[in-house]
């Protein structure tokens, strides 16, 4: 019944807000565009249909409105002013009484506010689906950042959830397509994600690997946790000074090199994916800045680590050398390495599936980004694997995700950036440290400890490997001989206590008999 409840809801609001009238409105069909006037006929939407999106999608809650920033970012798939729009969902979503807000970190730390802060200003800076953020400065004079997670969150998305549940066990019944694309399992992960970026302390923690794996790039600020003040509920954070990302010309008129900002962006993407395994995806704009500090100048700002994708050394390895391989326009290897991954099922015909793939990248090389869409792309891709039966790796839906924004930032920097070659050095020196010298001397200091643990027993083992194969021989011949006559002498031993048991039991009865 809550399934249907929130169904419900979800209903009104479509109507409410005439996006019944915006998800119809590129269809051609006579029906459809008569269908159209029926459903809006008495309504006043008098508000630009981007206002009513954005509006629609804060009133249903914090998925769809995790779902309206991933589409901020695809001005190419999105008009324009659907996208500017949808932006303002990156932060800011109204905030909740800043009253509200000083109960909430009074309760966090059990104390009043004014014990902990100097000041606390009420008025957030930004406010986002999940949490807000207050300033503040600590009572030894830092300025940090107060996030404050929103009262009631965890029943609203666990609601939404269970119906997303729902809807996959329908789709992986009904659907064709339902055993390929693993519906509840990608709902699974989404799970996951979304209740670790509930508890705060985990975010922090998210934060500190951030930054200890980011200290030597020099590219990337991430802030520092005051760990005394973290709770599940509210954290505090150094506070960092910059301009949004998505402020462009702000950027430009303060002296930074904008195609460099955008070619740092992708550098630092794929070392997060493929060095470390461990990435920001919640990449939109709205947590992203940009340094102006003379210290620091150009460089990105990280925030908000509520959600991070991690990834296995095979996932790291098998992505890897699909790069690679697309890059060096090697399709049939990466035809090979869908089979080999079990991605594809072992019938496949690789040049079948070769041909497919060429067909869909092709096209894209040697193009500016401005001129491709790498939406369009992985469309393309996700048709191809339908045909050829590509089963969904729920493991790397965080990742898709974030490469769109990854790319989506790119655009709004650098239409001219050519993500391919930016990449591509980057993946090869990444590959030759996995399986060049520099590897292998990796992986010896890896084993390192495993080593000084065996030395000790290596004069014995070499002892044993020197032995001729005939004292090797009599020697398990002696053992297996004596285990044998252990095993007569127990089995001897059991005999006699069952026969001596069964003489007991023969002799009672035998007495109470002539008795």
């Known amino acids: 019944m809550r399934h249907l409840a929130r169904l419900l809801v979800i209903c009104v609001t479509v109507l409410r807000y005439g996006l019944d009238e915006l998800a119809l409105s590129s269809f051609r069909q006579r029906w459809v565009r008569l269908l159209v006037r029926v459903m809006t006929v008495g309504r006043q939407l008098d508000a630009p249909r981007g206002v009513r999106l954005r509006l629609a999608l804060e009133r249903l809650g914090p998925i769809f409105v995790k779902f309206g920033q991933v589409l901020s970012t695809r001005r190419d798939l999105l008009p324009a002013d659907l996208a500017d729009e949808l932006a303002k969902l990156q932060d800011d979503v109204p905030p909740f009484p800043a009253e509200q807000a000083r109960v909430l970190v009074e309760q966090a730390f059990g104390r009043p506010i004014d014990a902990v802060f100097a000041r606390f200003d009420a008025e957030p800076v930004a406010s986002a689906s999940i949490a807000q953020v207050h300033f503040a400065q600590l009572k030894d004079g830092r300025e940090v950042a107060v996030k404050v997670l929103r009262p009631g969150m965890l029943a609203v998305i666990d609601d939404d959830l269970s119906l997303m549940r729902t809807l996959a066990r329908w789709v992986e019944r009904a659907s064709a397509d339902g055993k390929r694309l693993k519906p509840r399992e990608v709902v699974a992960e989404f799970d996951n994600y979304l209740h670790d970026e509930l508890d705060l302390v ?19 600020l ?3 946790m005051v760990w005394e003040f973290c709770t599940q509920g509210v954290i505090v954070m150094e506070r960092m000074n ?3 990302i998505s402020q462009v010309q702000r950027l430009r008129d303060a002296g930074v090199d904008i195609p460099k900002l955008a070619r740092d962006g992708v550098t630092i993407f794929f070392t997060q994916v493929f060095r470390d395994g461990f990435f920001h995806a919640d990449m939109h704009p709205g947590n992203i800045q940009v340094s102006v500090a003379p210290e620091s100048f150009g460089r990105y700002i990280a925030l908000d680590f509520g959600i991070v994708g991690t990834l296995t050394e095979f996932d790291k390895d098998y992505l890897a050398q699909n790069f690679i391989a697309f890059f060096q326009r090697d399709y049939k290897r990466v035809a090979e390495l869908h089979v080999e991954s079990g991605w594809v099922p072992p019938t496949t015909r690789v040049d079948e599936l070769e041909g497919a793939i060429r067909a869909v990248c092709e096209p894209h090389f040697d193009r500016p980004l401005k001129d491709i869409s790498l939406g369009q792309v992985l469309l393309r891709l996700f048709q191809t694997s339908r045909r050829f039966n590509v089963e969904i790796q729920p493991q790397l839906v965080l990742l898709q995700k974030t490469l769109l924004n990854v790319e989506g930032l790119g655009r709004q920097l650098d239409p001219e950036l050519d ?3 930016t990449a591509k050095p980057f993946l090869e020196q990444w590959m030759n440290q996995q399986i060049g010298w520099a590897g292998f001397v990796e992986g ?4 390192a400890p495993r ?3 065996l030395l ?10 020197l032995q001729p194969r005939a004292a090797v021989e009599q020697r398990l011949l002696e053992a297996l001989l004596i285990e044998q006559r252990r095993t007569r002498r127990m089995l001897y031993g059991i005999v006699c206590v069952l026969a001596g048991g069964a003489l007991g039991v023969l002799a009672s ?7």
């Open 202 to 220: 985990r975010e922090a923690a998210n934060a500190a690997q951030l930054r200890r794996n980011m200290q030597d790039l020099n590219l990337i």
């Open 222 to 224: 991430v802030p520092e």
């Open 242 to 244: 910059g301009l949004p």
């Open 419 to 421: 993500l391919w070659n």
């Open 444 to 447: 010896l200091k890896k084993e």
């Open 451 to 453: 080593y000084v643990q």
């Open 456 to 465: 000790p027993e290596l004069p014995r083992l070499i002892h044993q490997a």
């Open 509 to 515: 009865q035998l007495w109470l008999h002539w008795r």
